[in-house]
């Protein structure tokens, strides 16, 4: 079945029509590698409403190192998974040239059902992001901002929600805003030095097996109001927080450094630590030439909030909440 045919309102299909057979193209959800998409298909199923399916990588560098047993899907690649499937949405239905950037200003996650993100281990795990288009200001024709609300679901299940809030600026627009927030062009990643800078924590303290994973360094615990602070040290180098070379540091390196602050202060074991829900405001862009400081405070019940601070200033506010991994049927859920 096309894409035409899936857009009459008499040809709406079942998420079970939906194909794991191909990657999308690459350029619908703005990555250079090809091993960086994940979607595989998408449908319009109404006005506003739209399936994409998604198939989890089985042995990548990144969205495979994780610590927990038994092992779940990451939640970083989950995230993943929302920002690919509503930007596939943007350009396939929405308007939005392919030559637009996108600007996270928030962004909530909460997995309801963490035990049907079990990865399988003998196949693929494939999952589809049910996302529904609400608030689209526009311009004429042109598509200024949405809020895409999505539904993972998972062999059936409903697994999680995310909500993301977007603008759209077009490459001319993206240029000048930077330019003039800044005051000047700003540095890209590309053009910055490929070394790491500090003490980098221990990669098992923050649930991962790889130190190239790891984007905290110079960990403090000052005690009082403040569970730790860290520096935020995100390697330009990463393929995966960079696939791209970029002028600023992406949402989801900012999403996995308040991942791995709030499971290291969470405290050990990380192997049973779950990043369960995620709310962040991002406020301005965070500038890859000044140092950004990660402060986190225990907000109680295993949530913990996560501010980034860059020349004074708090750029982002993230709230994440850590639970214990759920057992698996081979376990005693110690």
């Known amino acids: 079945m096309t894409i035409a045919e899936r857009e009459r309102p008499d040809a709406a299909p079942a998420a079970a029509e939906l194909s794991y057979q191909r990657s999308m193209d690459r350029v619908l959800v703005h990555r250079r590698a090809v091993m960086e998409v994940f979607v595989t298909d998408a449908a319009r199923l109404g006005d506003e409403t739209f399936a994409v399916a998604v198939q989890a990588p089985r042995a990548h560098r990144y969205y495979n190192d994780h610590t927990q047993r038994p092992a779940l899907l990451d939640p970083l690649f989950l995230l993943e998974a929302a920002r690919q499937a509503v930007t596939v949405v943007a350009h396939q239905w ?5 030559d637009t950037s996108f600007l996270i200003s928030d962004w909530t996650t909460e997995f309801t059902d963490p035990a049907a993100l079990r990865a399988r281990g003998d196949a693929p795990d494939e999952l589809v992001v049910e996302v529904t288009a609400r608030d689209l200001k526009r311009r004429g024709t042109k598509l200024l901002a949405a809020t895409l609300e999505c539904v993972y679901v998972v062999g059936g299940r409903r697994a999680g929600t995310s909500a993301i809030v977007a603008g759209y600026l077009s490459r001319d627009g993206y240029t000048a805003h930077r330019e003039k927030s800044r005051g000047n062009v700003p540095p890209s990643s590309s053009g910055m030095p490929h070394t790491r800078v500090g003490a980098t924590v221990e990669p098992a303290l923050v649930g991962r097996e790889r130190a190239e994973n790891v984007v905290l360094t110079d960990v403090e615990r000052p005690g009082g109001a403040l569970a730790l602070r860290a520096t935020l040290d995100v390697p330009v180098w990463h393929p995966a927080m960079y696939d791209h070379p970029l002028d600023h540091v992406p949402a989801m390196a900012l999403m996995e450094a308040a991942r791995q602050a709030a499971v290291l202060a969470a ?13 962040a405001t991002f406020r301005r862009f965070v500038e890859l030439d000044s140092p950004v400081t990660v402060s986190v405070s225990d907000s ?16 982002c506010t993230a709230e994440v909440a850590v639970a214990a991994v759920p057992p698996g049927p081979d376990t005693d859920g110690g």
Do not use: I, K, N
């Open 300 to 315: 109680g019940d295993a949530c913990f909030t996560v501010d980034f601070l860059q020349d004074g200033e708090s750029v």
């Open 94 to 98: 929405l308007g939005v040239s392919y």
């Open 267 to 279: 405290g050990e074991p990380a192997e049973r630590r779950y990043a369960r829900a995620f709310g």
